[in-house]
Nanobody, 128 residues
Framework: QVQLVDSGGGLVQAGGSLRLSCAAS????????MGWFRQAPGKEREFVAA????????YYRDSVKGRFTISRDNAENTVYLQMNSLKLEDTAVYYC?????????????????????WGQGTQVTVSS
């Protein structure tokens, strides 16, 4: 079992930055591929970024490439999402997710494989 707690959301002006954190409890954190997802009002939840268990593989949706950076600290059981150059369309509730995946699959697998565990979500609002 893994429990995830998301934090770091808030209100920010367009062009600004936020850093989301996801703290995990439970064992073997490094065996879990971790991802960030988001859900805007009236829309389905969508994949944002993922990082492999070792941290050596990352993958992003096209609309956030070059602006967002996912990373993890396995000693602290935490995954981060650094969001820069935020846009109005980034407004959403952001969720972290975890799934045990073979290291051979890489972070990209998280885009199509639903997490086994979810955080509670943290609201990110970008204003003009």
């Amino acid at each position: 079992q893994v429990q995830l707690v998301d934090s770091g959301g808030g209100l920010v002006q367009a062009g600004g930055s936020l850093r989301l954190s996801c703290a995990a409890s439970g064992r073997a954190f490094s065996t879990y591929t971790m991802g960030w997802f988001r859900q805007a009002p009236g829309k389905e939840r969508e994949f944002v970024a993922a990082v492999s268990g070792s941290g050596d593989s990352t993958y992003y949706r096209d609309s956030v490439k070059g602006r967002f950076t996912i990373s993890r600290d396995n000693a602290e059981n935490t995954v981060y999402l650094q969001m820069n150059s935020l846009k109005l369309e980034d407004t959403a509730v952001y969720y972290c997710g975890a799934r045990q995946l073979s290291p051979t699959l890489g972070a990209r697998a998280m885009e199509v494989m639903s997490p086994e565990y979810w955080g509670q979500g943290t609201q990110v609002t970008v204003s003009s």
